[in-house]
Nanobody, 123 residues
Framework: QVQLVESGGGLVQAGGSLRLSCAASGRIFSNYAVSWFRQAPGKEREFVAGISWSGRRTNYSESVKGRFSISRDNAKNTVYLQMNSLKPDDTAVYFC????????????????WGQGTQVTVSS
């Protein structure tokens, strides 16, 4: 089992920045790809960004490419999502999720989820 805990969410004005953290415990974290998803009220959960087990490969949705950056520190069992130039459309609950080795964009293919952290961007 891998347990995931997100932190770093909050309220920020449009154009501002936040850094989310996903802290993992349990099984060997370095064997897992980790992705961030988000879900706004009334909308489906959507892929935001993902990083492979090694950290060598990253994927981003088109809506955040160039503004968000995902990274990981396996020594600290933590994955980060740096979010810059935030927009009101980025408002959602952000979840981190883990699965073995490689990133996919489909939520059902992830075995482990955190509880989520709220990000609210005001205009």
């Amino acid at each position: 089992q891998v347990q995931l805990v997100e932190s770093g969410g909050g309220l920020v004005q449009a154009g501002g920045s936040l850094r989310l953290s996903c802290a993992a415990s349990g099984r060997i974290f370095s064997n897992y790809a980790v992705s961030w998803f988000r879900q706004a009220p009334g909308k489906e959960r959507e892929f935001v960004a993902g990083i492979s087990w090694s950290g060598r490969r990253t994927n981003y949705s088109e809506s955040v490419k160039g503004r968000f950056s995902i990274s990981r520190d396996n020594a600290k069992n933590t994955v980060y999502l740096q979010m810059n130039s935030l927009k009101p459309d980025d408002t959602a609950v952000y979840f981190c999720a883990a699965r073995p080795l490689i990133v996919t964009m489909t939520p059902s293919e992830y075995d482990h989820w955190g509880q989520g952290t709220q990000v609210t961007v005001s205009s």
